[in-house]
């Protein structure tokens, strides 16, 4: 699998302007053990700025922190600078299965920000990054109606 995401990165990374469509060169990012240093996906995201500047409830292209990010973290493979809004970037990797699961959490009562607060605790607290379950990856993110 690892070789597979490094022959398929190295591909993206280069695109083909010859391809009819002509297919346009994109960043590449390696994660797990398509990378020596065997680098987790949340750790690349958070590098990359993704969990940031998101607008609730809505995808507005890259972030602000994404161009930040993406600026200062050289790609495994394919084009370095500017990323381009239509194509964004790559992140490929080989990991074990794993199983994601989306809860919506709302709270009539309590203020939405109250409850972001609420559901960031819960996520770390579970979480083996926050000293919870070992494997187990949670995280808070607003959601137009609640939080995920």
Known sequence: AAQLAGR?????????VGASPPVPAVPV??????REDRRPLAALRRSLGY???????????VS????AGTA????????CGEVDDKTGVVCLGAVPWVHNYNILVTAGDI???????????IA??????G??????????LPHERGVE
């Open 111 to 121: 203020l939405e920000a109250e409850l972001q607060a609420r559901c960031r605790r």
């Open 72 to 79: 200062s973290l050289k790609p495994d493979c394919g084009p």
């Open 124 to 129: 770390r607290a579970t979480s083996a990054r």
């Open 8 to 16: 398929l990165g190295r591909s993206l990374g280069t695109g083909d």
């Open 64 to 67: 602000a922190e994404m161009r």
């Open 51 to 61: 969990f940031g500047g998101a607008v609730k409830g809505a995808w507005s292209g």
């Open 131 to 140: 000293g919870g379950l070992a494997s187990v990856e949670a995280m808070a």
């Open 29 to 34: 990012y390696f994660y797990g053990a398509a």
